[in-house]
Structure formats: structure tokens, C-alpha cells
Nanobody, 121 residues
Framework: QRQVVESGGGLVQIGGSLRLSCVGS????????IGWFRQAPGQEREGVSC????????RYSVSVKGRFAVSRDDAKNIVYLQMNSLKPEDTAAYYC??????????????WGKGTLVTVSS
């Protein structure tokens, strides 16, 4: 089977930090572009970041640029999303996706189930 699984969400204070993990099972993450997405209650899903396959270059959304950072441990088949200086508007379910490319969400082949991040006011 091929799947990705997110973990690391939870409740955090404003200004705090969390690190999310995306673990590949039955697939090798560095064979795919890896996107992080989030969906807040009542909102549309939005892209947070996407890391290209091969060159491993990450682009971030304007809303998280400078606060979030993607890293990886290929030996463990994990991609991380480090989230710093968290704001209430970061509250959302966070998803990772294994994609053919970073060009569009339409290329996502595998979605995780999501992990919830709640930033307290």
C-alpha cells in the first residue's frame, strides 16, 4: 500500500512552535513533490508549501513565509514542517500530499488524513 501519514498537531499558545511530520509508507517521499496544505473551519483548503522533486526547492505561501520551514530525513522517509511564531489564523487541519509536481493540487496522488493544529488566543 502507498500512503502518507501526518502527525505532530496539537494545542499551542500564540507565538509558540510545533513541528509536523509527514511519513511515507509504501512510497518514497523523495520520488514526489511534497506539498503541505491546511484547511481552517469554514475556509477553503490552501497551500502552505511545496517542495519540488529532485531539486528539493521549497516555496512557501505568503502567509507563512519566514515563520514555517520544511526539512526532511530521507533515511527515515519523513518530511517535516516546522511552524514558529504561530498565530490564531494558523489554526487548521494540516495535510501533506505526495504530488507529481508542485504546479497544481490536481497532481496530488496521495493525501494524508490530516493533523489538527489549534493556536489559542
Amino acid at each position: 500500500q502507498r500512503q502518507v501519514v501526518e502527525s505532530g498537531g496539537g494545542l499551542v499558545q500564540i507565538g509558540g512552535s510545533l513541528r509536523l511530520s509527514c511519513v511515507g509508507s509504501g512510497l518514497t517521499l523523495d520520488h514526489y513533490a511534497i506539498g503541505w496544505f491546511r484547511q481552517a473551519p469554514g475556509q477553503e483548503r490552501e497551500g502552505v508549501s511545496c517542495t519540488t522533486q529532485g531539486t528539493s526547492i521549497t516555496r512557501y505561501s505568503v502567509s507563512v513565509k519566514g515563520r514555517f520551514a520544511v526539512s526532511r530525513d530521507d533515511a527515515k522517509n519523513i518530511v517535516y514542517l516546522q511552524m514558529n511564531s504561530l498565530k490564531p489564523e494558523d489554526t487548521a487541519a494540516y495535510y501533506c500530499g505526495a504530488q507529481f509536481s508542485c504546479a497544481t493540487e490536481a497532481t496530488v496522488d496521495y493525501w494524508g488524513k490530516g493533523t489538527l493544529v489549534t493556536v489559542s488566543s
